[in-house]
Each structure stands twice: as structure tokens, then as C-alpha cells.
């Protein structure tokens, strides 16, 4: 994926990825909470998971604001 911005297609191709990204996310949540109501949860995988859900959380927000146009000077 190219770095810069400043193409539609550019645009167009971070949203799909934003999209895919929440929905992985959201899958991990998912994940983490089913674990947890049938109490099959090891610790070492869910800590895996948790740090997982994390970092695409991050990446999510670097994305989101690559996005957004820089409104505070």
C-alpha cells in the first residue's frame, strides 16, 4: 500500500483496511469474552489475544487518522 495520501484509490484502500481491521477486533473480542463465559480461559493465550486486540486497536487509530484531515492547528 502506498504511503501518501493523496488519491482516492489511496483513501479507498485505507478504508478497506480500517474495515477489516475493526472486524478482527471485534472477532477478538468476541473470542476473549466466549473464553471467559465458558471458563475455558488459559491465561497465557488470553493475555496473548488481549495484546493482540491492542495492537489493532492502534493500528486502527493510526489509520483513522490518516484519514481525518488535521482540523486542530
Known amino acids: 500500500m502506498d504511503s501518501g495520501m493523496g488519491s482516492g484509490h ?6 478497506i483496511e480500517l474495515a477489516r481491521l475493526r472486524q478482527e477486533h471485534r472477532d477478538l473480542d468476541m473470542a476473549i469474552s ?7 480461559s488459559d491465561a497465557l493465550q488470553m493475555q496473548r489475544l ?3 486486540k491492542l495492537s489493532l ?4 487509530a493510526t489509520l483513522e487518522d490518516k484519514l481525518l484531515p488535521d482540523i486542530i492547528a
Do not use: L, S
Open 10 to 15: 489511496d483513501e479507498n484502500a485505507v478504508r
Open 34 to 40: 466466549a473464553m471467559n463465559d465458558t471458563g475455558r
Open 57 to 60: 486497536k492502534d493500528r486502527i
Open 50 to 52: 488481549k495484546k493482540k
